[in-house]
């Protein structure tokens, strides 16, 4: 049975600082690997997508990396910001149990100014 | 193109009524996920529907109830509420085959009195 574990379960660190979110899962037949974040009372925002034959994908101060023989995805975060605080989410959509989505309980960051 | 929309946003109920929330999804999704998030539990998933069939279910008791329509939209029901059921809903839709990148509603935050 799959299992998607987030460690920390919360996170504090001054502004500008570059950080490093990390999620592993047990099982590694996994069809992609989803990172979100979210703020507090509201909903999930997509921050990445890998897909199982990817090892890595960047948007802007964002880079994720994905590696299955591991178990383990990375969330890199760049300079970060006070705007970067929010609980930080990754799911692993599972080839088996009909491509479920399967979550990690989150990350909860602060940047401190 | 227009995101998630959930209504309400906001709907507050007594134990023992039922509930109707409602989800439409991205244009052209298909597929469109459930999930209850509560302060203790965390994200827990509900069902999934793609083309209107139910693809995946949660451990949710038979009181919680879901369908979709032929235009993707999807309802979710519950009844006979409880107070445990107070929380956070939100609803997720995924394009092609519903197995990529999900997008999620903003939430109905439902409280019961």
């Known amino acids: 049975k799959q299992e998607v574990t987030q460690i920390p379960a919360a996170l504090s660190v001054p502004e500008g600082e570059n950080l490093v979110l990390n999620c592993s899962f047990t099982?590694?037949?996994?069809?992609?690997l989803q990172w979100f974040r979210q703020d507090p009372g509201k909903g999930l925002t997509s921050l990445l997508l890998?897909?199982?034959s990817q090892r890595e994908q960047t948007s802007g101060r964002l880079n994720a990396s994905l590696d299955k023989s591991s178990g383990r995805s990375t969330l890199y975060i760049a300079a970060s910001q006070p705007g970067d605080s929010a609980t930080y989410l990754c799911?692993?959509?599972?080839?088996?149990?009909?491509?479920?989505?399967?979550w990690g309980a989150g990350t909860k960051l602060i940047i401190k100014p | 193109k227009a995101g998630v929309t959930q209504t309400p946003r906001y709907l507050i109920k007594t134990r023992g009524q039922q509930v109707t929330l409602s989800c439409s999804p991205i244009?052209?999704?298909?597929?469109v996920s459930w999930y209850q998030q509560t302060p203790g539990q965390g994200l827990q998933f509900l069902f999934e529907?793609?083309?209107?069939?139910?693809?995946n279910k949660g451990n949710f008791p038979g009181r919680f109830s879901g369908r979709q329509f032929s235009n993707s939209r999807s309802e979710m029901n519950v009844s006979t509420l409880e107070l445990g059921d107070s929380a956070l809903y939100l609803c997720?839709?995924?394009?092609?085959?519903?197995?990529?990148?999900?997008?999620f509603g903003p939430g109905t935050r439902l409280t019961v009195t």
């Open positions: 890998i897909q199982s």
């Open positions: 799911a692993v959509r599972n080839m088996d149990s009909n491509y479920q989505l399967i």
């Open positions: 244009s052209g999704h298909r597929s």
């Open positions: 529907y793609f083309s209107e069939t139910q693809r």
């Open positions: 997720a839709s995924s394009g092609l085959d519903g197995l990529y990148e999900q997008y």
């Open positions: 099982d590694s037949a996994i069809y992609n």
